[in-house]
């Protein structure tokens, strides 16, 4: 797969607009300021192909990319306080009717925050995505923000917080400095081939 063909497709604020799924799907999920959008930008060495902003909530729309014949999808965040309640309505009918629909979903990628434990939004999120068997794969973002000893500890407490973390792909990746990129680039190559 040549990432740097990617293209930006179309974003969508409600459920009804969302075009049909005719292709495999990889999501991109997570918590507000999480680094989504940067892990998006990253993984396809692009600057700006999805928004990143320090202002978390930015990503209100849920953002179609594509390469050749994968699809990929920018959600929007959860979980961020200051959002007001009718915002944080429309962003749950969004979310769940995205993975309601009768899409292709090849894979999620989880994002948590790799310097503390799981919000309870996360594992809201992991709970749902289980329930479902959804495919999935937890990310641990901003993992240069922590010494090697701090990793090593959040490493271990994972195992603890995460259900069935022993049976999960855990792949800590920074933005700031690439680590986790390749393995990302690895496991989306794949899906491809299918
Ligand atoms: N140090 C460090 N900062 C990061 C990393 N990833 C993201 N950030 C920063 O975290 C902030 C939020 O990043 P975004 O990529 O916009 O987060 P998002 O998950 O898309 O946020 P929403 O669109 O609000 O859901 C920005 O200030 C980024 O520069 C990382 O790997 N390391
Ligand atoms: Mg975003």
Same mark, same amino acid.
Request: glycine share 6%; hydrophobic share 40%.
């Given at each position: ?5 990617? +293209? ?25 300021? +999480? ?72 894979? +999620? ?50 195992? /603890? ?5 022993? /049976? ?15 393995? +990302? ?10």
């Amino acid at each position: 797969m040549n990432f740097h063909n990617v +293209v930006f497709e179309t974003s969508f604020g409600t459920l009804k607009q969302l075009p049909k799924s005719d292709l495999p799907e990889i999501a991109f999920s997570g918590r507000s300021n +999480v680094g989504k959008s940067s892990m998006i930008n990253k993984v396809f060495n692009r600057k700006n192909l999805a928004r990143v902003s320090s202002t978390p909530g930015k990503t209100v729309t849920i953002n179609f990319f594509r390469v050749e014949n994968i699809r990929f999808a920018d959600l929007p965040g959860y979980g961020y306080a200051k959002v007001a309640k009718g915002e944080k309505r429309r962003w749950a009918e969004l979310i769940e009717g995205y993975f309601h629909q009768d899409r292709d979903i090849a894979l +999620v990628f989880q994002l948590i925050d790799m310097r503390h434990s799981p919000t309870a939004d996360d594992q809201m999120m992991l709970q749902f995505l289980i329930e479902n068997e959804f495919p999935f794969i937890i990310i641990l973002t901003k993992c240069d923000k922590l010494s090697k000893k701090q990793r090593q500890e959040r490493m271990e407490s994972l195992l /603890q917080e995460v259900p069935y973390a022993d /049976q999960i792909t855990m792949i800590p990746f920074s933005s700031e400095n690439g680590e986790g990129v390749e393995a +990302v680039k690895q496991i989306i190559e794949e899906l491809a081939q299918e």
